[in-house]
């Protein structure tokens, strides 16, 4: 049986942008030294790369701080040593934050209600649905930990793909979903827009 779809969500892709930064592993040597900060050694890199403004940085520094837990500081070691103090570091712990609540999110399974379909047929459609809560929840993610300036962007894209979805038997998911993207913008108002520490060279 061929399941209509009364609206097309094939442009949005939540995450897609941000394949290439993490392909980019040169952030990998690092440790938290004796003063609790964590130390990222960025030879070889390009120094206008070594900056937690930059995404591939940014990424790669918080999957080091998922495996190190709390730190104090975080210094990018290159020629010279980009510092990072408490208040990059408390943005930092609330991007992991949101980044562990959209993990939650993503795991809640789709809630399709087509009466006439085998559950083979609804699976195969949720299956590739952009807007299944394991596939939206997971690229926000990304896209929160690898690019945290157009994430309020990316998920008024998600609630706007949401609010245009009209399929009758998508309803309780898409709204389930509404709900959670609005508990989101909550969360991120103001920790994605914070003002980031200043890095001081030396």
Do not use: W
């Amino acid at each position: 049986m061929v399941m209509a779809r009364t609206c097309s969500t094939s442009e949005f892709s939540p995450g897609s942008r941000f394949d290439q930064s993490r392909r980019l592993a040169v952030f990998d040597d690092a440790e938290v030294d004796s003063e609790g900060r964590l130390r990222v050694a960025c030879e070889g890199v390009p120094e206008d790369a070594v900056d937690l403004s930059k995404p591939a940085c940014l990424t790669a520094v918080l999957r080091r701080l998922r495996e190190s837990g709390r730190v104090h500081g975080v210094v990018l070691v290159n020629d010279r040593e980009r510092m990072y103090g408490a208040r990059a570091t408390q943005v930092l712990e609330s991007l992991l934050a949101l980044g562990r609540l959209l993990d939650h999110m993503a795991q809640r399974p789709p809630s399709p209600d087509f009466p006439g379909f085998t559950a083979r047929e609804v699976a195969a459609v949720c299956a590739v649905c952009p807007l299944r809560p394991a596939t939206l929840f997971v690229g926000l993610r990304e896209t929160v930990l690898g690019d945290p300036s157009s994430f309020l962007h990316v998920l008024r894209e998600a609630a706007e793909s949401l609010t245009s979805y009209a399929e009758q038997g998508c309803s309780t998911c898409t709204g389930a979903t509404i709900q959670d993207l609005t508990i989101l913008i909550e969360e991120v108002e103001g920790a994605v827009g914070g003002r980031r520490d200043g890095a001081e060279p030396r």
